[in-house]
């Protein structure tokens, strides 16, 4: 089975404009996320629409696709990535560009989802530990997601799912499991074509969480499951704890 990774990454991110460009130690953010992909994964490609991203990955020999900028998802912007240089393989992982710890064996985890061959649509996971906190639980920017007794995923909210009922809220992570949405995708190549045909569905709006819309079109996403933490960067304070996080890496 033949896997390609995606990168989409742009620059007008409201939040944090010019992210996938922001210095990490020496090597822009983007940069850290393709040297971890690649890895694992053979073929690796940043999908951006804008040249200085485009210039940036080039100069460091990394491969790169220009792609719209009207695109509302990072989905959509993988769909037309593997349409200009996709070479007939059967899975595209979409990884977020500001994951720069992720790790190659929560690629890998997701990868083996696809062993089985009904999986069209793979996903990523983590339990929420007790050492996490209910704040982080209860986080809107943190999504959760329930499973079913196949890994499948049920739904997915940036509320806390599930209620625990009869248990004071600060007990839930001692009194159940909960589960992290680790935002890394994987489809099969003609899945990722029909998904990005669909209109926006009521779940969707109503949650700004673009997989409702499978779900509530009745497609399956399985999830691969880690227990290894990642730290995306959402925000220049995240990027400062990130930089933190490095020096503790490196003096450990």
Request: net charge negative; charged share 25%.
């Amino acid at each position: 089975m033949k896997f390609i990774a995606i990168i989409p990454a742009r620059y007008a991110s409201t939040r944090f404009p010019g992210k996938p460009l922001a210095d990490m130690n020496g090597k822009p953010m983007i940069q850290r996320v393709y040297e971890q992909v690649e890895k694992c994964v053979d073929t690796v490609y940043v999908a951006t629409d804008d040249e200085r991203i485009y210039s940036a990955v080039e100069s460091f020999g990394g491969n790169v696709v220009m792609t719209s900028q009207n695109h509302k998802s990072g989905t959509d912007r993988c769909a037309e990535a593997y349409e200009k240089i996709g070479n007939g393989e059967d899975v595209i992982i979409n990884i977020q560009g500001d994951e720069p710890f992720i790790a190659p064996l929560q690629i890998q985890s997701i990868m083996q989802c696809f062993s089985d061959s009904s999986v069209q649509i793979a996903t990523l996971v983590k339990p929420f530990t007790e050492s996490d906190g209910i704040d982080a639980l209860v986080n809107p920017n943190s999504p959760k997601v329930v499973l079913g007794v196949d890994n499948q995923a049920l739904y997915f909210s940036r509320s806390v799912i599930p209620y625990v009922r009869g248990c004071d809220m600060q007990d839930w992570l001692k009194e159940n499991t909960f589960y992290k949405h680790i935002g890394m995708y994987a489809y099969r190549a003609d899945a990722l074509k029909q998904i990005t045909q669909l209109p926006q569905s009521s779940l969707e709006k109503a949650e700004s969480l673009e997989q409702l819309r499978w779900l509530q079109n009745g497609l399956k996403i399985k999830a691969g499951i880690t227990t290894q933490e990642t730290i995306g960067i959402d925000t220049p304070d995240d990027m400062q704890k990130a930089l933190e996080f490095m020096k503790q890496i490196a003096n450990s």
